[in-house]
Structures are given as C-alpha cells and as structure tokens.
C-alpha cells in the first residue's frame, strides 16, 4: 500500500527501544551521552563507527560464508604452510584504542573474531575497552551461550549480543555452519540473552535468491514475533566465500530485502534508522581492527587504512573519508554489490598471505574510482 | 569567434562537463550511478500535473510542442547538443505565485510528488524523511538562476524540461557551473524538480543498478553545506535533508532546467 509517510517507523523510536535508552542512561550516563551526540557529530560532517575488534581469530566453527578465515592460522597453516609472525595485540594495544575513540567522540565496540566467547581473556578484553565509556556489543555463534554466561556477559558490561543464525531450517543452518547441533545452540542461545536483559541481535546472511525464500521469510517472521531485530548482511566474495561467487547478491534481492524492511523488523546495514543515512557504512560507521592493529573499512574488505602503532586512529579514519570509493555517501554496498570494486578487491587479495594488504598497496591517497 | 567553434559543454552522454571550477566535481564519471531514461509520454505528463499540481491552461499539443522545440534548439547548437543524449525530462508548472519556497516545497510539491507517486505506483511508497521546518527557512542560492523559473511561473504556466546531467558535482560546482553556461539554462531547484517527478514518477525506479540523489541544488537551505534531495530506496522514492559539506560524490547528482 502506497503511503506518504512522515518519519514512518524507522524514525520514531519505540516503547521499547526508549525503555532501553532510558535504562543505558541511569547505569552509563557517559556512554549514553556519547550515543545521543552522534547525530549531531553527523550533521557536522564527524563520523562515530562502530569498531569491530578482531583480537583472536580462533573458533570452534568453519563456516562456509567466514569473512575471518583467512587471517585464521589454521588457514594460514593449512594453505600457505606458515605462521604469522606480524606482532598481536595485547589488552595495553585495546586500551590505547579505547582511549584513542573515546577522545574522537566514538561509543561503540564489537567484539568479533573468530568466536569471541571461546577467548580466554575476553573478560579482560571487555574490562581494557572499558564499558562505562564505550556500549561494548559481541558477535557469537551461540554455541557457548547459555543463561549462566549470558548473565556473566550482562555483569562484565556486555551490552549487546550479535547472534549468528542462517536458517530457520535446522539442518541447513546446521550445514552452512558445518556444525551439527549449532541451531539449537543458537535457540537456546535467544532465551538466554533476552532472559538475562541482553540487547539481541539476530544476525543472519543472505546469499542469491535467499530473499524471496519461504525459509527466509519464515526468519523475518520468527525475528519480529520475538521482537529481536534481524541484521541481514549480504554474502560477499570475500574470505571464505572468494570459493563461492553465486553467493554474491543482485540488486533485486536487495531491493526484496528493502520491501521486507516495511513489515519485518529486518535491517542491513544501509537501512535508514532514526534519521540516520549512511548508505554504505565504510569508515562512516564501521571500522575493523584486526589482530595486527591494522584498521579497514568494512568487515569484508581486507585492505588497511594503517597500522594503529604507527597512524593514529584519528588519521586513519581521516584516509577512510578522504577515500573516493570509501568517504562519499552512496546507497550500495561496495564490496558486496560494486562489480569494478568487487574484481580490484579480489585482484589485490588473490594470493595474500598476511591480510589486509597494508596501506598503500590496497587503498592508497591516490585512489580514483576511474583508473 | 564563431560560437560553434567553442567546445561542447555536455558529452556523449549529456552529463554537463566540469570546466574551470574551483568547487569539487569528479574529472570523470565511470557512470555507475545512472537513470534510465524514460519514455516521454507528453499526454501522461500532462494529465499527472494537472491532477497533482492543478491546471495549467496548456493543452497537451502545446506542451509537447513547445518541448519539442526546447529540445530542437538544444541539439541544434553544437554546444548544447550533448545535453540531448542524456536523460530530458519535460515538466509542467502551473501559474503560481509563493511568498514563502519552503512552505510552498513542503505543502504543495512534495505532496503533489507523494499522490503522483502514489497512483503510479500502489505497491511502493512515498516517504519524507525530512524533520526540519522548511517554511520560513529556505532561499533560492545567489547565482542558480533559479529565480527566473519563479518570475516566469508569476507570470504564467510554465514550460520546461528538466535535465539531471550534474552528475558528480559538488553543490558549489554545481552552482559555480550553471553560471558560465549559456543564458538558457537555470539550476534546478524544489519546483521544477518536484514537477518533473510528478510528471514522471518512475524516474527513479531502477531494477539493474541504482540511480543517482538528485539534489534541489539551486535551494539555499536553513544552514550552508547542507541540502535539499530526491533519493531512491529501492522501488521506493524518497525525499530527505542532509549535509553535503561542499564535497563531490559519485552518486550525487543535480539538474538544470531549460524553460519552454
């Protein structure tokens, strides 16, 4: 049905997003400042990402869709016969981060990997970030996750929790994650954070013709009943996926996906939200850090904007916006969608033993969109 | 010098080539972000901004008419001939005098744009994203020409085709640019924009890649480096506000408009 909507609903806050917000307020009154600043850091032309920290790449999973697995030493074993000897960072390196965004006005961090809930020291990690100063979110497959450590995440300051799910078909899940049980695991997994006043997130990604499946509306429906958003990320040629190039998406099933947003509580990452609209959020509103300090732009693009020991964060993110393939404002999702960007990628990455490529051999200051 | 000796301001493809600008606009376009371009189809065009924008006076044989010979004048100077192979989209205006542009924008086009969208298009939706106040807030920017298209529709129903072939320009460049080009052409802004949407809806709608933003580059808005827009989201049109801090995008687009 045709509207001329107003701020339809991705605008207005509900009930229940406002109880939330009220509830950050009253425990962590700093963090909850910084997240209300970051529209009008926006309109001032200053960004806010959200930092994903990639500190270990272990995991108890080989997913068949892993952007992770090729900076995974099993992978570095296992194909190019080494051991990556590049320098890790340490929990001095994460707080040196957290200090650093905080200074920038940045609020948000999520733990990512690998499976972040099978690192030992990821109570440490939480603790270096500091959740009284940044809204501190974890990815996790689920596995681990039951009432007991969801209630330990919620006491350590853990926020949110960002939980992989590929299909409401339990054996296909099941398969794609090559994890027999994980579904399950990922059921119990929703009870247990929402039982422990987590923030959920159901993430969950679409490969070709996923969208106008009945399992894939099945998974909108299932999302909105348990009032948990659903994060759709498109499948991209990247990481594990380079083997699977059918998976990437075409525009209809993005623009499928855009018609579910107005029924479902499903979202990408470039759906507009409370008046926010990044398009592609590269720099904009993601970074990630690997494990070797190196920062780049999005989870899926494996080349460095620099080396946190030797650029300051606040210099990287400004090669980031001066970037033409990665500061303007555009509606699609580059690496998942732009063919040119897509064959450069996958041109310069062919081949790489240590990801991402460094700064000026991926993106460099002399980038053009025409070349 | 013979004026067709001068060198041709719009390319192969109709976009409007940057030259000599101090503002940001792309040297090159890749055309990534682009419209496809639609089928005139003068008596739909017509018949839509009579219903949404209300009636002209003009019949359809004149409008199509004084369109055509709009076009014909363009492709017969060959430095304007470029503009005649990008995308032309014929509009209707009818008289209308407004002593405010942001109430007028917001109560009378935007609207006409929603219900125009709306017939044409049942399953998708209209949305305007815009929180701001605009009336009492907004200009016509010094330079864009765009006043002539307000004098013009005081005067009488108006006329015009509009081109979106600033593509990849700044909002500075844009308006840097329409002022070394010939007297004819004028920096679209919130009406003349609007009326080309309402007269083709789907200008927007693309199923094999995206369209570019079309901004109301000739609107000053309530703040400098921030700006008016149209933006597709997916088969679903869109009207917004944001900053644009002066920069060019490869998905940024403005239009000129050419009076009939």
Known sequence: MTTMAQDTQPNKLTPAELAKRE????????????????????????????????????????????????????????????????RKIDLDDIRELSRQADELGLARFVITGGEPLVMKDFDAVVEAIDPDKHYVITDTNGWFLDDAKARHLKSIGVEKVQLSLDSMIEADHDAFRNKPGSYKKVMRAIDASLNAGLNLLLSTVLIKGRAKSPEFLDMCRFATERNVGLYVSYAKPTGSCTEHPEFVIEKEDADILRELEKDYNVFTHMTPTYGSFKGCITVKGIITVTSTFEVTPCPYIDFSLGNLRETSLKEVLARGMRNPWLGPYRPDCIIGEDPKFIKLHTEKTRGVTHLPVPWGQGFSDTDTLTD | MNLNELPPLFDEHGRCMPANLNAPALAQSRRYFGITTPQIDYAAIHARSTEHLGGSGILVDEFARRCENLMHALRADSRTHGISKGVAVPFLLPRAEHADYGEALSQRYIPAVAHAFAQA???????????????????????????????????????????????????????????????????????????????????LQRTDGYPPLLWLAAVQAEKPLVGYYYEAYGYNLTFNRRPHFGQAAEYWNSGLTVLG
């Open chain 1, 23 to 86: 509830g950050l307020r009253a425990r962590k009154p700093y963090v909850a400042d910084k997240l209300a600043a970051i529209t009008e850091m926006e309109e001032r032309g200053e960004i806010s990402p959200i930092i994903r920290l990639e500190k270990s790449y272990l995991c108890n999973f080989q997913c068949t869709h892993c952007s992770a697995e090729y900076y995974m030493d099993r992978h570095q074993k296992k194909v190019f016969k080494i051991k990556d000897a590049r």
């Open chain 2, 121 to 203: 298009f049942p399953q998708y939706s209209f949305t305007d994203h815009n929180k701001n106040v605009m009336a009492g807030q907004l200009g016509i920017a010094p330079g864009s020409r765009h006043e002539r298209l307000l004098q013009a529709m005081q005067q009488g129903p108006v006329v015009g085709c509009y081109f979106p072939c600033l593509s990849e320009y700044s909002l500075p460049a844009a308006l840097e640019r329409v002022q070394a080009l010939p007297e004819q052409f004028l920096l679209a802004g919130g009406y003349d924009t609007s009326a080309a949407l309402v007269g083709t809806p789907g200008l």
